[in-house]
């Protein structure tokens, strides 16, 4: 669809981009109208909320573009054609936000000039406006743009370029597609502006894929108690639509806490604009271990990537969920741990992702608790992630994979892993993009998640038809027996041993490398005993 010209005023009609990176582009460079004047945490959450303003308004405009073009419409008297195109439920019937005519972008376009009050108090009252008209979004949308430290000539510079992005007209391709996409791009790109602070919502889309890829949430409740801005459960709806459909995507059920509320307002409307239940993160952030929202959940999968080595929490040492034991207040990796176990149903299976030192720890009972963990069969997976994955901290990350239930499950057929613990070392995967960042590929998502799969003899592996069998260097299935006598470490290189040298067949012979590095040795030493005794010489004629 070729681009749209710009309409008169007040039409409706704004001009279009003709691809995703065009609008990324633009709107980056909306962000940079901010970044002199704001923090990076400030400034994210100004773009992303004008952003997320403009594509519900393109996708109501394209909805009243879709009814006005019905040749039913002409049937209606032309008093009541107007009155229909205002219905709400045409609307929110198609999943389409309804946006009041003062919240709709045509009209805050046209006024941001001349609004009584600056183009900021006129955003926050669209923001208001359209919360208050969808009850989804109630408390979500930022209203933070008519405040005395907010730059209302940049603001208004904003709202011109954000008018020349168009999420609609792409196509045989959603408007919420282009937003979901578009939304993603920005997720990472502040995280990388913001640096270690990052780490809150941001978890690199690599290791989200992974732990999709190894966990294959098909249908279930899906939860996360350390939610972010909502980026496993986009990537657990990406991997059903991907596999079986987007018919399928609703197969799924996401229910998650955040404890930071700009955190949680960013997973409020990621889960929007991807057209996923805004309501699975809550009515409002809170702490997952001080106040637990969602205390009789079951969940058939938990992916999580909590705060590491997290020293500041609420404790309670008599907490129910400490069933292995009380973890320490000097770090909150234990208590993690076994607060989703405690989220996990009877077949449950969770992934999550900690710092390395949580494989071998002994400090205050968290070798007792690992150790509880490993004897009750509740450990299935570790995996050591390579070295810079993570541009929002510098310490070495790891894997675990937790399954309440390893037997063969009936009608599943999966093969009997019941005191067993599969390890996989993937520290030497991986590709450097810059410097200091390196992303798991395709491959390597796939061997690692084949290799499990494998393992596990799920139907994907079947599909395959690939068998699982211990690679020296890579991975390795441990019994029990085997981890007690490693003391409960879990540190994959433990386990794995090292990868065999290929024999190269031009190689020189070992015996004869032997004599000849000794020949060129002993000739070193000659000479350095001949130069020792001219030393020697000089400085016995200086003497």
């Known amino acids: 669809m070729p681009p749209r010209k710009r309409a008169a005023a007040g039409q409706g009609e704004l001009p279009g981009v003709s691809s995703t990176k065009e609008i990324q582009d633009i709107l980056w460079k909306a962000a940079d109208k901010l970044r002199g004047s704001m923090d990076a ?6 773009v992303l909320g004008l952003v997320f303003l403009k594509y519900v308004s393109d996708a109501f405009t394209e909805r009243r573009e ?4 019905d040749p039913e419409l002409a049937a209606i008297p032309e008093h009541r054609r107007a009155a229909f195109l205002e219905e709400k439920d045409e609307y929110t019937e198609k999943n389409v936000f309804w946006v009041p005519p003062t919240a709709r972008w045509a ?10 009050g600056g183009v900021g108090k006129l955003l926050d009252e669209a923001m208001d406006e359209v919360m208050k008209a969808n009850k989804t979004l109630t408390g979500v ?8 430290n907010v730059d209302q000539k940049r603001l208004k510079e904003l ?23 578009v939304y993603e791009y920005f997720l990472e790109k502040f995280a990388r502006a913001e640096g270690k602070r990052a780490g809150e919502f941001y978890t690199p ?4 894929r992974l732990l999709v890829e190894v966990l294959e949430p098909y249908e279930g409740r899906v939860y996360d108690p350390a939610c972010g801005s909502g980026g496993m459960f986009v990537q657990s709806g990406k991997f059903v639509a991907n596999r079986r459909g987007k018919d399928h995507t609703h197969d799924i059920a996401v229910y998650g806490q955040e404890a930071n509320e700009r955190t949680w307002r960013l997973a409020k409307m990621n889960l929007a604009i991807h057209g996923m239940d805004p309501k699975g993160v809550g009515e409002r952030w809170a702490d997952t271990f001080a106040d637990d929202k969602l205390p009789d959940l079951k969940a058939d999968f938990v992916m999580a990537n909590p705060p590491f080595n997290m020293s500041d929490w609420a404790r309670k040492s008599d907490d129910p969920r400490w069933r292995y034991g009380a973890p320490p207040q ?3 990796n234990y208590a993690w741990l076994q607060h989703i176990i405690s989220k996990l149903g009877d077949r449950g299976s969770a992934g999550v992702v900690l710092s390395n030192g949580s494989m071998s720890s002994k400090q205050s009972g968290e070798g007792e608790i690992r150790a509880a963990l490993v004897a009750s069969d509740l450990v299935a997976c570790m995996i050591a992630l390579p070295g810079n994955l993570f541009r929002t901290t ?8 937790l399954a309440k239930d390893k037997s063969p499950q009936g009608a599943k057929a999966l093969k009997d892993r019941r005191s067993q613990v599969l390890f996989i070392d993937a520290r030497a995967m991986g590709t450097l993009v810059d410097r200091t960042e390196r992303i798991l590929t395709d491959e390597d998502l796939e061997k690692i998640s084949d290799t499990y799969h494998a393992w596990r003899g799920t139907e994907s592996s079947k599909e395959k038809g690939i068998s699982y069998e211990d690679m020296a260097g890579f991975s390795y299935s441990a019994t029990l027996e085997e981890i007690e006598k490693h003391d409960y470490a879990l540190t994959p290189g433990r386990y794995v041993g090292t990868a065999a040298v290929q024999d190269d067949p031009d190689a020189e012979p070992l015996d004869e490398r032997v004599e000849r590095l000794t020949k060129k040795l002993f000739a070193q030493l000659d000479e350095s005993s001949r130069l020792d005794a001219v030393v020697r010489e000089e400085l016995g004629r200086i003497g």
């Open 107 to 116: 009209h805050i376009a046209e006024n941001a000039s001349s609004a009584e």
């Open 205 to 208: 889309a690599s290791v989200v």
């Open 159 to 181: 709202v011109d370029l954000i008018s020349d992005a168009r999420f609609t007209g792409h196509g045989d391709r959603p408007a919420q597609d282009v937003l979901g996409e």
């Open 394 to 401: 510098a310490i070495p990350a790891c894997l675990w994979f």
């Open 141 to 148: 949308l930022p209203k933070i743009f008519n405040r005395d």
């Open 41 to 46: 945490a400030q400034y994210k959450e100004f």
């Open 66 to 69: 879709e009814l006005a073009a």
């Open 330 to 332: 000097s770090n909150a």
